[in-house]
């Protein structure tokens, strides 16, 4: 399983970004993805997660702000950030559940959010 995430950059406080992340080599349609980050000196954290039937669950501090969706047909993640803020600041991972305790990474994307 392979995921490639982009989208990240440089924004300021307010302004949005809309993350992705191409999944190849798996059956996308069945797996819960999710996106998690890790800012310096943090433990990486869950943000947002998707099942494969498009139930959603985010964490607090992003709720109304960020909103997780798929594409089944393109196999592609999207993580839509709004209202970005400079806790936000960090590297995103998108990932997958191994289904054995484990989780596929990709390679992260950095977004920065200065005031």
């Known amino acids: 399983v392979q995921l490639q995430a982009s989208g990240g950059g440089m924004v300021q406080a307010g302004e949005s970004l809309r993350l992705s992340c191409k999944a190849i080599?798996?059956?996308?349609?069945?797996?819960?993805m999710t996106w998690h980050r890790q800012a310096p000196g943090n433990q990486r954290e869950l943000v947002a997660s998707?099942?494969?039937?498009?139930?959603?669950n985010y964490a607090d501090s992003v709720k109304g702000r960020f909103t997780i969706s798929r594409d089944n047909a393109r196999r592609v993640l999207y993580l839509q950030m709004n209202s970005l803020k400079e806790e936000d600041t960090a590297v995103y991972y998108c990932?997958?559940?191994?289904?054995?305790?484990?989780?596929?990474w990709g390679q992260g994307t950095q977004v920065t959010v200065s005031s």
């Open positions: 998707i099942s494969s039937q498009g139930e959603t």
């Open positions: 080599g798996t059956n996308f349609k069945v797996r819960t």
């Open positions: 990932s997958s559940p191994t289904g054995q305790g484990g989780h596929y």
